[in-house]
């Protein structure tokens, strides 16, 4: 076996996070492009807005402390639903068509790391996930009178943060259990619409039996809406930070990471 | 198994004017990839049984069989995408199975099925490959040697499926590498497209790139490939220059015409009718290993008669028989 020796030097790559910067800025592209990731996951949670806040808008909703109105109550619970859909649904969908496509095999044939693919989607998810909260409580605030945070915003942005990664992670961790593109759909479906109805997003949760608050207590979008929740109430007193929602948040995005790397594929799985 | 022979580039004349000098880029003996007693299974199944193979800088190897005969199980494994039940493997002096980011800097692929980017233009998509690599070429000179500037605009998911390609081809290309996989890259081209397909392959050649192709396709074999090499079941059957293949340097001409009207095997003098093999369609087809005495023979029986035999072939073996036969053998 003859030695190889390479005919002409190559110039060093670009650092880490200029990569990162580089996929972020090709993947949000190609997002903003893609006309039913803008509807889903930037239309739809408006849309809910509007839709809940007409039906239910003149009501309250008693929470910690005491009573507030209906469109102060939906905004947190829609701000979690705009994260979850940008980070968990839509990231679910479009990495398994990649995925299936080959187009994550294709890039894997290059020098770029794995984990700067997975970091660039994540960035383009988180962002998404905090446009659309902006987005919302701009709409709640101005057209419904929903109450504005002031003192608790940083708390509202680290959940917002802190939901957005782990149901990122959570999400690398579902697209390992999808086989083909056409299942992505519906299994995202089945995983979170029956979430969001039992999480207070849709339906405030003081109508909800004990039962199913215990079921929903134990996943997280519960603790998503919870933790918002917490920094939107004008009840509130203190900073906001809810650190047993997030806790409970952070520990469900570790098992996703977990379960993400343990058996996340390049490769497509359907063929 | 191979010994570092280097052949005249066994391609019509059209090609090697694509190549151009392309044959002085070539370092006798260099191996590019080096393969020794390779197995790959999938659970029970053994998909590549113990192969041998060696590339060179520099030229075209092409790698033929039939479906499931383990090609691109073989190139995954060269690609550094699986890993190998037993022997030795070396991709640029590098173990594929602990490739690292520097070693895909160098080495460029075609898969044999990947989308393209469907919501990127063809110009932002090789902009974003591009910057995955430290040396990259200029993006519009791509975009130019594979003739899709009237396309660079247009998105990825509204290309046709030959426009597809030919991105996959300038993908495989951003990176400048030394080694590139082709994996069936013409399947689905029309005749056009795919001679425009050989030409800029015959033209990477001449940057001195090394290629890998894997092919269904005889002519492209025989018109792209320094040597070929056949894979059937998970062994290799065949292996040599286009001409040497399979003994075809060695075969039998065949001489071939159609029978004139109402004459059949029956009339043909004894020497002929004994170098006859086949009738097929009203054809005749004879086997000689001395072709231009069978034909004197052949000219004076028809002369006798008046016939004309207008339309009388004399021809090798083609590659596709050779390898019909190499293949099949192995079943």
Redesign the interface.
């Known amino acids: 076996m003859s030695v190889y020796t390479a005919p002409h030097p190559r110039s060093p790559r670009r650092p880490a996070h200029a990569l990162v910067a580089h996929q972020v800025r090709y993947d949000g592209l190609a997002f903003l492009r893609n006309r039913q990731s803008r509807f889903f996951t930037l239309a739809l949670p408006v849309l809910f807005l509007v839709i809940l806040c007409a039906i239910f808008g003149n009501g309250t909703v008693r929470v910690a402390g005491g009573e507030i109105k209906e469109s102060t109550y939906y905004v947190p619970g829609l701000v979690a639903y705009g994260v979850i859909s940008a980070s968990f649904m839509n990231l679910v969908i479009s990495v398994t068509a990649q995925r299936e496509s080959g187009i994550l095999k294709r890039r894997r044939s290059t020098p770029v790391p794995a984990w700067v693919l997975i970091a660039g989607r994540s960035v383009v998810a988180v962002g998404t996930g905090a446009a659309i909260a902006v987005i919302l409580m701009l709409i709640g605030a101005v057209v419904y009178g929903a109450t504005v945070p002031g003192r608790t915003i940083p708390a509202i942005c680290v959940s917002i943060a802190v939901g957005a990664i782990t149901f990122c992670a959570l999400g690398f961790a579902l697209v390992t259990a999808i086989k083909s593109a056409d299942s992505a759909q519906p299994v995202i479906q089945l995983v979170t619409l029956p979430l969001l109805f039992i999480s207070g997003v849709f339906v405030p949760s003081d109508v909800m039996p004990r039962w199913l608050l215990d079921v929903s207590n134990f996943f997280p979008v519960r603790h998503l809406q919870q933790a918002l929740l917490k920094g939107f109430n004008p009840h509130t007193v203190g900073a906001g930070f809810a650190w047993h929602d997030l806790l409970i948040l952070a520990i469900w995005g570790a098992v996703g990471l977990a379960i993400a790397i343990w058996r996340f594929s390049w490769k497509p799985r359907a063929r | 198994m191979a010994t570092g022979f280097q052949t005249e580039r066994a391609v019509p004349a059209t090609a090697r004017s694509a190549a151009g000098q392309g044959d002085g880029h070539r370092v006798a003996?260099?191996?590019?990839i080096?393969a020794c007693g390779l197995r790959i299974c999938y659970g029970d199944f053994e998909a590549v049984r113990g192969i041998d193979l060696d590339v060179y800088?520099g030229e075209v190897f092409a790698f033929l069989g039939p479906n499931g005969a383990g090609k691109t199980t073989t190139v995954e494994l060269l690609?550094?995408?699986l890993k190998r039940t037993a022997g030795?493997v070396?991709v640029?002096?590098v173990d594929p199975e602990h490739a690292d980011?520097?070693w895909?800097?160098?080495?460029?692929?075609v898969?044999q099925?990947?989308?393209?980017?469907?919501?990127?233009t063809v110009r932002?998509c090789l902009?974003?490959?591009a910057?995955?690599?430290?040396?990259s070429r200029p993006v519009d000179e791509l975009i130019e040697l594979v003739g899709l500037k009237e396309k660079a605009d247009v998105?990825g998911g509204q290309l046709s499926g030959g426009q597809r390609r030919r991105l996959d081809v300038a993908?495989a290309l951003v990176?400048d590498p030394?080694l590139i996989f082709l994996d069936e890259p013409t399947t689905g081209f029309d005749p056009s497209a795919r001679r425009a397909a050989w030409e800029m392959i015959g033209g990477l050649q001449a940057l001195?790139k090394t290629i890998f192709l894997t092919t269904h396709y005889m002519e492209e074999a025989e018109y792209l490939a320094d040597r070929i090499c056949v894979l059937a079941a998970g062994r290799i059957v065949g292996e040599g220059t286009p001409q040497t293949l399979g003994g075809r340097d060695r075969a039998r001409s065949e001489i071939s015409f159609t029978w004139p009207a109402g004459v059949g095997r029956a009339d043909l003098p004894p020497v002929l009718l004994a170098a006859v093999s086949t009738e097929h369609r009203g054809r005749a087809e004879l086997q000689t290993a001395a072709p231009m005495e069978l034909l004197g023979t052949l000219a004076a029986w028809a002369q006798e008669h008046g016939y004309a035999l207008d339309d009388i072939e004399v021809h090798r073996p083609t590659l596709e028989k050779i390898y019909l036969e190499l293949t099949e053998a192995s079943r």
């Open positions: 003996g260099e191996t590019v080096s800088r690609e550094g995408y030795e070396s640029l002096g980011a520097d895909r800097e160098r080495v460029g692929v898969l099925e990947s989308a393209v980017e469907p919501d990127l932002e902009k974003l490959y910057g995955y690599y430290g040396s998105l993908l990176g030394e001195g």
